[in-house]
T-cell receptor, first 114, second 111 residues
Framework: ETGVTQTPRHLVMGMTNKKSLKCEQH?????MYWYKQSAKKPLELMFV???????ENNSVPSRFSPECPNSSHLFLHLHTLQPEDSALYLC?????????????FGPGTRLTVL | LAKTTQPISMDSYEGQEVNITCSHN???????ITWYQQFPSQGPRFIIQ???TKVTNEVASLFIPADRKSSTLSLPRVSLSDTAVYYC????????????FGAGTRLFVKA
């Protein structure tokens, strides 16, 4: 889906680095999400934003810090990550943050923590 | 949020019809059933959504019995490119938000 873009597509970082993942949606949606997908595991919902306000935070460690400056952009700030945080990070958006609304996913950022 | 149960994996051959069943015994009255497809290292992609009876689009059909405690995704005449993980989700637009992707069903289509 070209409606949701993510940058960078690949990221390698050390445990002491600070980096940010960016997501942008061009669909006019009100809700945006961050998911984590580790190797051969189901998607884990991390954060949900509705109209720039966080509405869901699934017990994610504080080393992951989301930011939603407007309804089109979503960031995930990373600091002092652990090797087990290596995963595919997916951003998604939907018209509204309801369980029945279709989510449109970006291509993901493949993160490797050394 | 209704929990879903799907087979972990399925094998098929090109040209066959594939039916993947999802159980959701505690589905709520206002919940919809949505199926997604995911290829390796990509985000999931919407396939089909339904509330009751049968829904059909250009990609698949979704069969939902009257009690709505299960649903079946039907993929007609699969090809090698249909090899992917298929997720069944159940949720409504009231009562807050949660989306839980289960383990999904890994479909492997052989030549």
């Amino acid at each position: 889906e070209t409606g949701v873009t993510q940058t960078p597509r690949h990221l390698v970082m050390g445990m002491t680095n600070k980096k940010s993942l960016k997501c942008e949606q061009h669909l006019g949606h009100n809700a945006m999400y961050w998911y984590k997908q580790s190797a051969k595991k189901p998607l884990e919902l991390m954060f949900v934003y509705s109209l720039e306000e966080r509405v869901e935070n699934n017990s994610v460690p504080s080393r992951f810090s989301p930011e939603c400056p407007n309804s089109s952009h979503l960031f995930l700030h990373l600091h002092t990550l652990q090797p087990e945080d290596s995963a595919l990070y997916l951003c998604a958006s939907s018209q509204d943050p309801g369980g029945a609304d279709t989510q449109y996913f970006g291509p993901g950022t493949r993160l490797t923590v050394l | 949020l209704a929990k879903t149960t799907q087979p972990i994996s399925m094998d098929s051959y090109e040209g066959q019809e594939v039916n993947i069943t999802c159980s959701h015994n505690n589905i709520a009255t206002n919940d919809y059933i949505t199926w997604y497809q995911q290829f390796p290292s990509q985000g999931p992609r919407f396939i089909i959504q339904g509330y009751k009876t049968k829904v059909t689009n250009e990609v698949a059909s979704l069969f939902i019995p009257a009690d709505r405690k299960s649903s079946t995704l039907s993929l007609p005449r699969v090809s090698l490119s249909d090899t992917a993980v298929y997720y069944c989700l159940v949720g409504g637009n009231t009562g807050g938000f949660k989306t839980i992707f289960g383990a999904g069903t890994r479909l492997f289509v052989k030549a």
